[in-house]
């Protein structure tokens, strides 16, 4: 509490052989302020909601249909997104052909990756398109988060992580410019 000293000089005299009263001091005892804000600081920590964690949506496949179809998709509605070194992303449509007729593989990066995948979209039927992601050794993890949170904004339902094959793996570096690991 706050003390006020009131001891002093009783008149108000004025004039020469006067003493002056002493000037009031004050002291402000700050020891309840202190309580109050340890109150305070208890009371909302109790009373605020932690931050919720944040998932994905899975959508798992139907358990009635029969095993062998369930990972199947139609080769018009499939596209494949491979991930490469330095933020390079390589796809194709379908299976991959790399034979005398040219190859449908293609290059990319993730500035442009989402106009594929909106093309794709808009061109096959919702029921059919399944985006196939393999990342290779040499993508980053961020690369694998980006292209996830492209399957998000872009509201794909089907997608899946996969490993990557050797074939396609040597094709994506030969397209880096790098060679191939032995014994590939």
């Given at each position: 509490?706050?003390?006020?000293?009131?001891?002093?000089?009783?008149?108000?005299?004025?004039?020469?052989?006067?003493?002056?009263?002493?000037?009031?001091?004050?002291?402000?005892?700050?020891?309840?302020?202190?309580?109050?804000?340890?109150?305070?600081?208890?009371?909302?920590?109790?009373?605020?909601?932690?931050?919720?964690?944040?998932a994905f949506k899975l959508f798992l496949p139907d358990?009635?249909?029969?095993?062998?179809?369930?990972?199947?998709?139609?080769?018009?509605?499939?596209?494949?997104?491979?991930?490469?070194?330095?933020?390079?992303?390589?796809?194709?449509?379908?299976?991959?052909?790399?034979?005398?007729?040219?190859?449908?593989?293609?290059?990319?990066?993730?500035?442009?990756?989402?106009?594929?995948?909106?093309?794709?979209?808009?061109?096959?039927?919702?029921?059919?398109?399944?985006?196939?992601?393999?990342?290779?050794?040499?993508?980053?993890?961020?690369?694998?988060?980006?292209?996830?949170?492209?399957?998000s904004i872009n509201m794909i339902k089907r997608y899946?992580?996969?490993?990557?094959?050797?074939?396609?793996?040597?094709?994506?570096?030969?397209?880096?410019?790098?060679?191939?690991?032995?014994?590939?």
């Open positions: 509490m706050a003390e006020m000293d009131t001891s002093g000089g009783g008149g108000h005299k004025k004039g020469p052989g006067v003493k002056k009263g002493k000037k009031l001091s004050t002291r402000v005892d700050l020891t309840p302020m202190v309580d109050l804000g340890f109150l305070l600081i208890t009371f909302f920590i109790f009373t605020t909601t932690m931050s919720q964690p944040t358990d009635r249909t029969t095993p062998e179809n369930q990972n199947k998709a139609k080769e018009s509605g499939a596209l494949t997104l491979l991930l490469g070194k330095d933020n390079n992303v390589f796809y194709y449509e379908g299976i991959l052909k790399a034979d005398a007729t040219g190859t449908n593989f293609k290059s990319s990066n993730f500035k442009e990756i989402r106009d594929v995948i909106i093309h794709k979209k808009q061109t096959t039927d919702t029921a059919d398109l399944v985006v196939v992601i393999k990342p290779n050794d040499e993508s980053t993890y961020k690369n694998v988060v980006d292209i996830l949170d492209e399957m899946a992580l996969v490993d990557i094959t050797p074939d396609e793996d040597k094709l994506i570096r030969i397209t880096e410019g790098e060679p191939a690991p032995a014994g590939q």
